[in-house]
């Protein structure tokens, strides 16, 4: 697939009602980014819809100018955007012009709720798939053929598929890469003012209030309490007192419903805080290892690699060794995002 990808360049939108706009622009833009810095126009993107009129987002904006399939460019991958109600706008045309898209040996790939309708045109069948995490548990039960993962993107053969939000332009970012490697893909993300790539292993957050339902709901307020005390952990006996609960009932319910005890959830809870905090900031190990309540550097260390397979420090490596797509050519001190 990675050979596919690193041909990627010319690049269609079918855009289904109510789309979000922010998984569209993110997307959009990386594309634009990448032919600004790399100076080539590297490649070219179209806006499509199933009839050719202008398709309003959920914000009631409409991108223009609008072509229709196959009186548009040809295109070597198209990425269906939807949004929340997506269900109402996937029918009978709309399905059917995908699997004639996909007859055409076209790449596809899903932003947002996009993916529901290429789960719906049996275009995922066999294949793993990300989707938002507000429709991935419905589509779970009644789509047993494809595979949904928790991440942020995935990239299966000749299907692309994402989250919502701005988790187009990882994606996409991981598109680009594939043509031009790493340095490009940098250069993109500081000019966009994004502080991190996140890579397809990432995965989505999914509000534990949305995973466990109303019924969970004193699991949510326990929780909501770890998170609100990761520099200074509580212990069982203080987390039970403030929830009005015994400390059996506690522990019960997180093996219940989490297949936990409530130790080893505060303690993931920790390390992921901490994981962003590596991430994301400047801030020492030593700081962050306080941060997020450890005693000590050595015992910080030892529970992350547990959890991670790699010792915090490996956050901090700066990614290497490719040389620049522009052989040096050194950009203006005036370029714009």
């Known amino acids: 697939m990675s050979d596919r990808l690193s041909s990627v360049s010319r690049v269609g939108f079918l855009l289904l009602e109510e789309f979000t706009m922010v998984s569209f622009s993110c997307a959009v833009e990386v594309l634009r980014m990448a032919n600004h810095l790399s100076g080539t126009a590297a490649y070219s993107w179209c806006v499509i819809s199933p009839d050719g009129n202008p398709v309003p987002a959920s914000s009631g904006l409409a991108p223009t100018p609008v072509s229709t399939y196959p009186d548009a460019a040809p295109v070597d991958l198209l990425l269906v955007c939807g949004g929340t109600r997506v269900t109402r706008f996937v029918n009978g045309g709309t399905i059917a012009l995908l699997k004639r898209i996909g007859r055409d040996k076209v790449i596809l790939g899903g932003l947002c709720t996009g993916s529901y309708a290429l789960v719906k045109a049996g275009l995922l069948n066999g294949y793993q798939a990300a989707i938002h995490w507000e429709n991935r548990s419905a589509l779970v039960e009644a789509y047993p053929k494809v595979t949904f993962v928790e991440e942020l993107f995935v990239i299966d053969r000749d299907r692309i598929t994402c989250t919502g939000g701005t988790a187009p332009l990882d994606l996409m970012l991981a598109v680009v890469r594939e043509r031009f490697g790493r340095t490009l893909v940098s250069e993109i993300s500081e000019q966009l003012i994004v502080d991190r790539v996140r890579d397809s292993k990432y995965r989505q957050h ?132």
């Open 206 to 337: 999914v509000p534990l209030a949305a995973r466990m339902g109303c019924n969970r709901r004193a699991l949510v307020e326990v929780a909501a309490l770890m998170e609100a005390n990761v520099e200074e952990p509580l212990s069982l006996e203080e987390l039970s007192r403030l929830a009005g609960l015994s400390q059996r009932h506690l522990q019960r319910m997180f093996r219940e419903a989490l297949q936990v005890t409530p130790s080893q959830y505060y303690l993931d809870l920790r390390l992921r805080r901490a994981r962003e905090l590596l991430q994301q900031t400047q801030m020492s190990i030593t700081s962050i290892t306080v941060a997020c309540g450890f005693q000590s550097a050595c015992h910080f260390s030892k529970c992350y690699r547990a959890l991670f397979g790699k010792p915090p420090s490996s956050e901090r490596r700066p990614q290497g060794g490719e040389e620049s797509h522009r052989r040096g050519r050194r950009l203006s001190p005036e370029r714009a995002v």
